[in-house]
């Protein structure tokens, strides 16, 4: 122990050592007279500011202040040392030039510094902020070739709000005004403030977009402010139009013709094969449900039109309708570019044409995918994948996908009887952009509801032990309420799994291993299932949330029919195959917080259970739960782990090894994810969890396979952990994720002696070779 801790202190003291000299050796590069700037400190001085609204203000002022210093690390600058250290390259490329210009920064000096701007952007900022007395000054302090500017503040009293009022008169525009500033943000005794201000502007721009002011525009009003009708630190706020807005801003439109364009291409126009005159009595095209279309070829049936989009002839316009009739029309997934044009047709009847403007991607595509993969269960392998798409197919906008794809993971290392894996199938999806059911679904919503139809066929075979062939089709629905919520309701999914050349190899180790016996077994699953999808991730927020609930729900129906019941031997068939019957819930909950632009904490929770009863004794092997691998608990190869604190160590083959599966699961991650630079990013995980049986695993002699497997109230002191770091490359149009990781806590390991952070030794290579897994995948685990 005290040998480590001498070697530690070396590492402290090192580390120290090397800090001191790269941050002195980069102002050596500096020229005589030549000050490196190191930032800005912001002081104010205010008797009547909490501590709370000192600290908001230094630090929206400080994000303010321009230049920036030079980036550090950990009190280095190493982008800077690269670009001193770096001799000029010859060339616009190479290693050189990338850690010169590209990956290196040039320092940022006092004399790039306009210490005059700043204080003019201090005051100004405080008085938006409702400081109007507010006085500024600055002082340089430098020292070994750097400097520091310090600004002080004295923002005097600030300024609330003692009453807002809001004109009347007898215009039509004046009169919404008046029913919508019930909601103003100008709230009498709040702050002054700018930002306020500008978000009320835009908050009767959007209530007068929806009554009809399509011309209408945030710069239209003005918001007074007079701080000389009241007492000291008040100031009353008039909302009102500017005497120069436009008359066509003041005038309320309304839906003459709406016209439709779903073939244009701005190269058949520039050749002058095609044209869209504005005027809607000129062309040449046909009427539907009020809905004017101009397809001569009739690529696409017209009623397509008719549900997307929400104007009728005579409506008064809204924003609402208008932004949701392009929403539609975009997540149809045909178009390539969507255009809305409004052109008056009446100026004194105050009436426009909506003109609907839109390009059609290309409507077939054929796509040959070849992709190379790793895991941590010692598998290397590849995919090719032979995709075709037709994204109109019945010309109402339909989209088929139909695939093939071959596939083959190799055993790179471990245990030697592992053997290799082949996979080939097709499947085929038709998505059909309405609810197609006997009963009329309508949706206002900006995503086009979907109608799913799907089949599919998968070929494995594990060379020295068996094939299964797979079977599946599903109907069913997907429909999304806003761009938070969607769901997916399958009103029938059924799988069939046949097995093939089961070999005498995996007969003999299911004799010894009797659960995996059901991997082999004829299983006919069907029956309904329904997701729930709840996410803030793509709202650009410091906090945001995803859940995924999941429920399927296997042969309810058909076992409360016939009277299935396993247990008094009364099993079910249905052309000689027993069906499932099971009940399965699994919640999948994601909580991200950003601490800056460039680093966040990443964490989840995944709890799930399946309950087989009626017809079945166990859930299906490919419905149950597994854990371990590169998106699950890293430390742990995949399907190794679990159940419960059953040893898989004890498994008399390599199939039953890797095997491993439950019907309870619980697993927990936390990630903190920073941004080095560019593409490379590094992150630091932690993963806790395991799975569970529902019954006991007993065999036909009454033998427990797997002790120590099910689920009790012991459960906590089952829980695996593992931990590690991770490198991710972002290429853009793709992320090479590399974790590696290693045990904390092994559930299987005797009671009181399953943490095992003594027994860390990076030193030995027998340690190393059986505690660190490697996990190569792409894309970020969750």
């Known amino acids: 122990m005290k040998n480590k801790l001498n070697i530690y202190c070396k590492y402290f003291l090192v580390s120290g050592i090397t800090a001191t000299i790269i941050s002195c050796s980069n102002t050596k590069f500096l020229k005589d007279g030549q000050l490196l700037y190191t930032g800005a400190e912001v002081k104010i001085e205010s008797d009547s500011l909490t501590k709370k609204e000192k600290s908001e203000l230094e630090s ?3 994000e303010n202040l321009t230049p920036k210093p030079n980036s550090s690390f950990l009190g280095l600058r190493p982008k800077l040392y690269a670009y001193n250290t770096t001799k000029e390259p010859k060339k616009e490329k190479g290693l050189r030039y990338w850690l010169k210009y590209k990956f290196g920064e040039e320092p940022v000096l006092l004399g790039d510094v306009d210490r005059e701007f700043n204080k003019d952007i201090i005051v100004n900022y405080s008085e938006n902020k409702g400081y109007f007395n507010a006085k500024a000054k600055y002082d340089t302090v430098s020292k070994n070739k750097k400097a520091q500017v310090i600004y002080t503040l004295n923002p005097g009293g600030r300024y609330l709000i003692s009453n807002v009022n809001f004109p009347a008169d007898s215009s039509e525009i004046n009169k919404e005004i008046q029913v919508l500033k019930d909601k103003t943000l100008l709230k009498t005794g709040n702050p002054f403030d700018l930002d306020v201000i500008k978000a009320e502007r835009q908050r009767i721009d959007d209530g007068l977009k929806d009554r009809g002011f399509y011309y209408f525009n945030p710069d239209n009003i003005i918001v007074q402010a007079d701080s000389t009708v009241s007492k000291k630190n008040d100031v009353e706020l008039i909302v009102k139009l500017k ?8 005038e309320q439109f309304t839906i003459d013709k709406v016209v439709v364009f779903p073939n244009y291409n701005l190269r058949d126009v520039k050749r002058g094969k095609y044209s869209i005159p504005m005027n809607a009595d000129s062309m040449k095209g046909y009427e539907y449900n009020d809905i004017y279309v101009v397809d ?5 049936k017209p009623r397509v039109f008719d549900r997307a989009l929400y104007f009728e002839k005579g409506d008064l316009y809204n924003r609402k309708d208008h932004n949701l009739s392009l ?3 975009i997540s149809l997934g045909v178009f390539k570019f969507v255009k809305n044009d409004f052109v008056v047709s009446d100026s004194l009847n105050h009436k426009f044409d909506a003109y609907y403007i839109l390009t059609p991607r290309e409507l077939q595509s054929l796509r040959l995918e070849a992709l190379g993969r790793t895991n941590s269960a010692n598998y290397a392998g590849s995919e090719l994948n032979l995709n075709w798409t037709q994204r109109n197919f019945f010309h109402g906008a339909e989209q088929f996908k139909a695939s093939v794809y071959g596939a083959f993971d190799v055993q790179i290392g471990g245990p030697a009887d592992a053997e290799n894996i082949f996979r080939a199938g097709a499947n085929a999806q038709l998505s059909i952009p309405r609810i197609v059911a006997p009963f009329r679904f309508n949706s206002s919503s900006a995503f086009v509801p979907r109608t799913n139809i799907k089949l599919g066929y998968e070929f494995q075979n594990r060379t020295t032990l068996y094939s299964l062939n797979t079977f599946n089709a599903s109907f069913g629905y997907q429909w999304k309420e806003n761009i938070r919520k969607e769901h997916e309701l399958n ?8 097995p093939a050349d089961v070999t005498s190899k995996f ?7 009797p659960y995996l016996k059901r991997i082999t077994t004829q299983q006919l699953i069907f029956g309904p299932t329904y997701s729930y999808t709840y996410s803030t991730t793509m709202l650009p927020k410091k906090n945001t949330f995803y859940y995924k609930g999941m429920l399927d729900l296997a042969g309810n129906i058909t076992g409360l029919i016939t009277g299935a019941n396993v247990k008094d031997g009364k099993q079910k068939t249905i052309f000689g195959v027993p069906f499932s019957q099971y009940a399965k819930i699994e919640n999948d909950v994601r909580f991200y917080h950003k601490f800056t632009e460039k680093s966040s904490l990443a964490t989840r929770l995944i709890a799930g259970v399946a309950i087989p009863y009626g017809n079945s004794e166990h859930i299906p092997f490919a419905r ?11 430390a742990f190869r995949a399907r190794t782990l679990g159940p419960g604190s059953y040893d898989p160590r004890t498994a008399t083959s390599t199939r039953a090894l890797f095997d491993q599966s439950g019907d309870v699961k619980l697993e927990m991650n936390a990630e903190y994810r920073a941004n080095l630079f560019k593409f490379l990013n590094v992150a630091a995980f932690v993963d806790a969890g395991n799975i569970w049986l529902i019954n006991d695993d007993i065999d036909d002699n009454g033998i427990n396979n797997r002790p120590g497997g099910k689920f009790s109230k012991d459960f906590l002191s089952e829980i695996a952990v593992g931990a590690g770091v991770g490198l991710r490359l972002d290429f853009s149009i793709l992320i090479l994720r590399l974790d590696l990781a290693m045990p904390l806590r092994v559930p299987y390991y005797e009671k009181g002696n399953r943490w095992v952070l003594d027994r860390v030794n990076f030193g030995e290579g027998s340690w190393r070779r059986d505690n660190l897994i490697l996990n190569i ?3 970020y685990p969750f």
């Open 507 to 513: 007969i003999l180790q299911a004799e010894e291993n």
């Open 624 to 634: 149950q739960f597994f854990v371990g691998g590169s998106n699950s608990i890293r």
């Open 491 to 498: 009103v029938i999914d059924v799988s069939l799994i046949r």
């Open 777 to 779: 995948a792409i894309g």
């Open 327 to 329: 929403n539609r029309l």
């Open 296 to 300: 001569p070829q009739k690529k696409f």
């Open 243 to 250: 005497d120069n807005t436009p008359k066509l801003a003041k």
């Open 60 to 62: 929206a002022i400080k």
